[in-house]
């Protein structure tokens, strides 16, 4: 890993202590996990699928709350992970229980209740083996398995029940759990127990579980055809790449032994790792992830490099020009069969009497645009005469100091206010608000004598349908308001598209997009563009009347 990743990652997991804490489990146990009295949560919106968790305290600790220590407490990756999955679409419901083994899940009962939750169209991952090395039998957890993943068996009478019990292999117990996930009509995932803190000699190297459970746990799944991720080797390929003074930072400060247990940090790191090894399983759909990770931390939908990236100029520069700026949702360059609007927007005009330039580039927002100089680079082309279209919130939603979010977030709102966040390359920037931004292009594109129009985003394929909640409402209100305030006109164009994808239904529209939910094709990045002539056309003054083709008129 480059030490510029390195960096992004670190800031990465910091950004992770702002994520709410999860509501407070009730938790009564004795000596044996077992028997652990354990109020679990249960599917919030019954009617929609979910993930199901099963696993250990490394999945879901304690009372689930961080022992009242709040980010430096105990965490499990269960709760974290919950910040990178819509509630919309999928339920999560962590039946995770602290002690318990492959083993001991089954026996005391808690599968057996979690079973009862699962449906058709589910999904379980299931997370064991930092308690099945434990004694097979003792009198104070009894909670170890036969190692391997062969047929064996030992019958004991149990030192801790006192009862009677036949105890089988580590992978004896995976596969039951996928054989029973299986019947229920639900899709079982496999994951290797999560890294342990341990270095060898060199402290540059981590000191992986060897050929044990990590590799029992991979033999299951693919005996089995279940998607597996490897929480063991990515966590260890993590831990090696941040290096050993920042994963202490991983664990609770006032336990410098702990190897196992992470605090809220290091929970964040494991959960991106399950979010990398769903998508790369391709186990979800792919509207339901909010963030995305790459096993190494990264964001795993790239950005275009500006640098790559041409500056386009006008083709006649005596003619006046239509100039945009924007994002990928405006200029994606055929990318993955993706198409912008401002790609298919010329065939509108009459381009013997204007220019239509697009300088928008793909992962942009108001923020990016205007710190890596792209904005300098336009501003000098405009010209009196020129107008400039300006669509930028698909990107500037992201976290701030969240490297996830490659250094797009803008402030929300319109006001003065800023934050500081650090780059890559470890230097400073004060971020400002995305009405900062756009209110700096409207007034120096407006000293060149340029006209200026600010347009909303265009929707999300799943967010436009009579009912819901429309879509980039506040970045809507922040790109009007800023525009009248600043002597732009304003074009509402998520609810323009919006209404032209209500106009010719939902069948139509899902062939309009190239990906899950963001990015349009030819024929979306057609018919969008469609609705921006027909907004251009609408504006007082008209003032692209003479440029427009007859049959846009």
């Known amino acids: 890993m480059n030490r510029a990743l390195t960096r992004r990652c670190i800031a990465t997991l910091l950004s992770m202590l702002a994520l709410p804490w999860a509501q407070a489990q009730q938790f009564t146990a004795t000596t044996d996990p077992a028997r652990a009295q354990v109020t679990l949560p249960t599917p919030a919106r019954p009617e929609l699928p979910s993930i199901v ?62 079973k009862a939750l699962i449906k058709r169209g589910d999904w379980v991952l299931m997370q064991f083996g930092h308690n099945d090395a434990s004694p097979v ?19 004991i009478d149990n030192q801790l029940t006192g009862k009677r019990e036949t105890v089988a292999t580590y992978g004896a117990y995976l596969r039951g759990y996928v054989a029973e996930i299986r019947a229920l009509g639900a899709t079982p995932v496999i994951c290797s127990p999560v890294i342990r803190k341990r270095w060898e000699a060199d402290g540059v190297k981590v000191t992986r579980a060897g050929g044990n459970f990590a590799a029992w746990a991979a033999e299951v799944a693919r005996q089995e055809k279940v998607a597996f991720i490897d929480l063991n080797e990515w966590g260890a390929l993590r831990y090696e790449g941040l290096g050993k003074t920042e994963v202490e930072r991983l664990f609770p400060a006032d336990m410098p032994q702990e190897t196992v247990h992470t605090n809220w940090l290091g929970a964040a790191v494991n959960a991106q790792l399950v979010i990398a090894g769903l998508i790369q399983n391709k ?7 909010l963030r995305r990770f790459a096993p190494d931390g990264s964001d795993d939908r790239p950005v ?7 500056v386009e100029a006008p083709r006649d520069p005596n003619l006046p020009s239509l100039v945009m700026i924007g994002d990928s949702t405006v200029k994606s360059g055929g990318q993955g069969g993706a198409w912008g609007w401002g790609e298919r927007i010329a065939a509108f005009f009459d381009t013997q009497r204007i220019n239509i330039v697009n300088h928008a580039i793909g992962g942009r927002s108001s923020r990016t645009f205007f710190t890596e100089g792209r904005w300098a680079a336009v501003l000098a082309q405009l010209k009196a005469g020129d107008t400039l279209l300006i669509q930028f919130g698909h990107n500037d939603g992201a976290r ?11 402030v929300p709102g319109i006001g003065p206010e ?13 971020v400002h608000s995305f009405g900062w931004y756009l209110a ?15 347009l909303s985003p265009i929707p999300h394929k799943d967010r436009w349908q009579p009912g819901q909640p429309r879509d980039f409402e506040s970045h809507a209100a922040w790109a009007e308001q800023v525009a009248r305030e600043h002597g732009a006109q304003f074009i509402d164009l998520t609810m323009r598209v919006a209404e032209a994808y209500r106009a010719v239904g939902a069948e139509r529209v899902d062939s309009f997009f190239s990906d899950a939910r963001t990015h349009t094709n030819e024929a979306g990045a057609i018919f969008n563009a469609t609705q921006v002539v027909e907004g251009l056309q609408r504006l007082p003054g008209q003032p692209l009347a003479p440029f427009f083709k007859s049959a846009a008129r």
């Open 53 to 114: 968790l099963i696993g250990d305290s490394t999945v879901r600790n304690g009372h689930d709350d961080g022992q009242g220590k709040g980010a430096e407490g105990q965490w499990g990756w269960g709760n974290p992970i919950a910040a990178y999955l819509d509630a919309a679409q999928v339920n999560l419901v962590n039946r995770a229980v602290g002690g318990l083994s492959s083993r001991t899940y089954r026996t005391s009962g808690h599968w057996e209740r979690t």
């Open 137 to 155: 039998n003792d009198n104070s957890r009894a909670r170890g398995v036969l190692r391997g993943t062969g047929p064996e068996t030992e019958d």
């Open 283 to 289: 186990v979800l759909p792919e509207g339901v992830y």
């Open 304 to 310: 275009v490099d500006a640098r790559k990236v041409r």
């Open 400 to 410: 701030i100091g969240d490297p996830a979010g490659k250094n797009r977030g803008s």
């Open 418 to 430: 800023t934050v500081e966040d650090t780059r890559p390359d470890g230097s400073k920037e004060q």
């Open 440 to 454: 700096r292009y409207i007034d120096e594109a407006r000293a060149k004598g340029a006209r200026v129009v600010v």
